[in-house]
T-cell receptor, first 114, second 119 residues
Framework: KNQVEQSPQSLIILEGKNCTLQCNYTVSPFSNLRWYKQDTGRGPVSLTIMTFSENTKSNGRYTATLDADTKQSSLHITASQLSDSASYICVVSDRGSTLGRLYFGRGTQLTVWP | EADIYQTPRYLVIGTGKKITLECSQTMGHDKMYWYQQDPGMELHLIHYSYGVNSTEKGDLSSESTVSRIRTEHFPLTLESARPSHTSQYLC??????????????????FGAGSRLTVL
């Protein structure tokens, strides 16, 4: 069964600290993996997208890694800010093009305290 | 800034009422989607469309219906709302990456969502 599992379910950190969110998937075939940030009451916004050949992708203070062999991805947030408080969702696609099916994780709820 | 708009953002209605959630995008995307999201749960696809006059049911059974008369507009309708319909509804549209390492990847842009509460 194609699934996307994220951990931890929730995380609280102090402002300025780093954190790492995990995503494990069983989706096959694999096309690409993206991380989305969803602020409370808003729609998800794309942070990064990676395909099979990419191991690391950065977007400012966000760095995503992908190990296609172990089917694991992580999202590392450096020097966290209050505005990083949000749900981070891992999404895996089983093929390219609009015919690809998307598999969503339940998200990790990150809270950054001052 | 997202070019996909949803209205209303918040709606509280009584059981049995008919409601329509509006979704419009200005990006010229062919494919559009409706997702349902409950707190702490993953997004569930309830409807999608490949283009004008195309509508398909998603993975999650829904009593709602959709229409696609114009490329930019993809409204969702509930004929008779019930408390079990209380949820957040997210509209999205997608394009295909045409160049680079992500060529062919399906990139979704989401609206801000419509929070529906049925009393």
């Amino acid at each position: 069964k194609n699934q996307v599992e994220q951990s931890p379910q929730s995380l609280i950190i102090l402002e300025g600290k780093n954190c790492t969110l995990q995503c494990n998937y069983t989706v096959s075939p694999f096309s690409n993996l993206r991380w989305y940030k969803q602020d409370t009451g808003r729609g998800p916004v794309s942070l990064t997208i990676m395909t099979f050949s990419e191991n690391t992708k950065s977007n400012g203070r966000y760095t995503a890694t992908l190990d296609a062999d172990t089917k694991q991805s992580s999202l590392h947030i450096t020097a966290s800010q209050l505005s990083d408080s949000a749900s981070y969702i891992c999404v895996v696609s089983d093929r390219g093009s609009t015919l690809g099916r998307l598999y969503f994780g339940r998200g990790t709820q990150l809270t950054v305290w001052p | 800034e997202a070019d996909i708009y949803q209205t209303p953002r918040y709606l509280v209605i009584g059981t049995g009422k008919k409601i329509t959630l509006e979704c419009s995008q200005t990006m010229g995307h062919d494919k559009m989607y409706w997702y349902q999201q409950d707190p702490g749960m993953e997004l569930h696809l309830i409807h999608y469309s490949y283009g004008v006059n195309s509508t398909e049911k998603g993975d999650l059974s829904s009593e709602s219906t959709v229409s696609r008369i114009r490329t930019e507009h993809f409204p969702l309708t509930l004929e008779s709302a019930r408390p079990s319909h209380t949820s957040q509804y997210l509209c999205a549209s997608s394009s295909i990456e045409g160049r680079g390492p992500h060529s062919g990847a399906n990139v979704l842009t989401f609206g801000a969502g419509s929070r529906l509460t049925v009393l």
